[in-house]
């Protein structure tokens, strides 16, 4: 059982969840976090934290993708334990449709 980042997250990054991590389970992409799926101990700490309901537990209907790509990245990225500044227009992207073909990155974060 884990907790996993979802397509909400994509070019909103708001990042309240990271600060109430108590394994710091979370990774930095350029703009979208994800969790270890293998780290996090499934506490439940940062799904109510996040304003755009972004995280959902793995046991949600559709979240096999989702784990699949927060594990993948979790490798890639690096961890991040510390809020940052989220994007400018972080409001705006809220809700949008096809974030993950239209503008999720693969590049890194920059981490704390
Ligand atoms: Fe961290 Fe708990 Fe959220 Fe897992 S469920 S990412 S351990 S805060
Ligand atoms: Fe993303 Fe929500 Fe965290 S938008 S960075 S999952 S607070």
């Known amino acids: ?25 979370f990774y930095e992409g350029e703009n979208m976090l994800v969790i270890h799926p293998d780290e996090c101990i499934d506490c439940g700490v940062c799904e109510p934290e996040c304003p755009i309901d972004a995280i959902q537990s793995d046991s949600a209907p559709g979240m096999a993708p989702w784990i699949e790509l927060n594990r993948k990245f979790a490798r890639l990225w690096p961890n ?21 073909r239209d503008l999720f990155s693969e590049l890194p974060g920059e981490g704390t």
């Open 80 to 100: 991040i334990s510390e809020k940052g500044q989220p994007p400018g227009n972080a409001k705006a992207m809220e809700g949008r449709p096809d974030k993950l």
């Open 1 to 25: 059982m884990t907790y996993v980042v979802t397509e909400d997250c994509i070019a909103c990054k708001h990042m309240d969840c990271v600060e109430v991590c108590p394994v710091d389970c």
